[in-house]
């Protein structure tokens, strides 16, 4: 076996382990780092196992389908047939500002028709009584 | 990140619909790549993600706070893909080395580059065959060693962190990293010489 097929042990694996995580003291760590530097079998493990480590901190991040939080509801929902999650209340169920706005609206037009118009009401001025005559005989008051 | 914790626990213990969405939403993703990346199959992986979410909406008011919420999830996680595949070892489930739609149709296609010629494993192989050889890899390590490599290398959790959602003592935690890492590195090597 050469030099370079040396293998290290399991304790100074561990140790190496510790070493790449960076969970070592400072003495400790110093003392690794100068084995990594000057022993090709030490050189040959700190490559390897950090190559793997960051090979697996690279992997593709898998993605949850777009559809996940519908489907786990709707598994709730169905399993417990409506009962798991709480009752909604009244604000979850009326759309209170939908209706909120619809309400603005409608004082709103209110007040349009309301300036619109000749009387200052909703109701249209009352028209004067049409006379038999035009001459206005028929308003003067008989003796 | 307390305070919003504290929020979220409190509405999710009132059974409130939308904070149970929004925990997905917030989780989703790292959760279903901690079970994929566990399974190795992306039926199961959902599945076991789903489950993931309704163990911990049903059981909230089990959860005692003594941790943070992500780390009782990741707890329930791997709870939940370490019986999925003890279920999948009993029926001898053969798909669990199913890897993505992408890489899958890349094979069918013939579209699989071989790997380049080099010494170390991580500068030989790149892309979608680095992906399948590494999921490989990590499926056939046994379930212990799979845990800590996932949470370590895959999800970068501290090794505090692995304690807490494993319940294992430190030590245990780095020597069971340490032999998964070597074990990996081993079966990469091996894969290279074969390809050699």
């Not at chain 2, 340490?178 to 074969?194: D, F, P, T």
Request: with cysteine; charged share 30%.
């Amino acid at each position: 076996m050469t030099a370079e097929e040396v293998e290290l042990s399991d304790d100074e694996l561990a140790t190496l382990s510790d070493y790449v995580d960076g969970l070592l003291p400072e003495a400790e760590r110093a003392a690794i780092a100068a084995k990594v530097d000057a022993e090709p079998a030490w050189k040959r493990a700190h490559g390897d196992m950090t190559g793997t480590r960051d090979a697996l901190s690279g992997m593709q991040k898998a993605r949850a389908p777009a559809s996940f939080a519908q489907d786990v509801t709707a598994t709730i929902h169905k399993r417990s047939r409506g009962s798991l999650f709480a009752k909604r209340s009244a604000g979850d169920k009326v759309p209170f500002m939908a209706l909120l706005v619809l309400a603005l609206l409608a004082v709103m037009v209110v007040a349009y028709v309301m300036w619109a118009s000749g009387s200052g009401s909703l109701h249209s001025a009352p028209s004067a009584p049409e006379g038999p005559s035009g001459d206005g005989s028929a308003l003067a008051p008989r003796p | 990140m307390a305070e919003l914790d504290a929020s979220l626990i409190r509405r999710l213990r009132s059974r409130d619909e939308r904070a149970f969405r929004e925990l997905i939403e917030a989780e989703r993703d790292r959760i279903y790549n901690i079970t994929y990346r566990m399974l190795g199959n992306r039926a199961e992986a959902e599945d076991v993600a789903q489950e993931v979410f309704i163990t911990v909406f049903k059981t909230i008011e089990s959860f005692r706070e003594e941790s943070k919420l992500s780390t009782w999830l990741y707890r329930v996680t791997v709870n939940h893909c370490k019986n999925r595949i003890k279920y999948l070892a009993r029926r001898h489930d053969r798909d669990r080395d199913e890897l993505d739609e992408t890489s899958h149709s890349q094979e069918t296609n013939g579209a699989v580059v071989g790997p380049p010629q080099h010494a170390q494993p991580d500068r030989a192989l790149a892309g979608a065959q680095m992906e399948k050889l590494l999921q490989e890899a990590i499926a056939q390590l046994d379930e212990d060693h799979r845990i800590v490599v996932v949470l370590r290398d895959v999800e970068d959790l501290s090794i505090e962190e692995i304690c807490e959602i494993t319940g294992l003592p430190d030590g245990t935690v780095k020597s069971r990293l340490h032999r998964a890492r070597l074990a990996l590195r081993k079966r990469l090597q091996r894969h290279m010489v074969e390809e050699s």
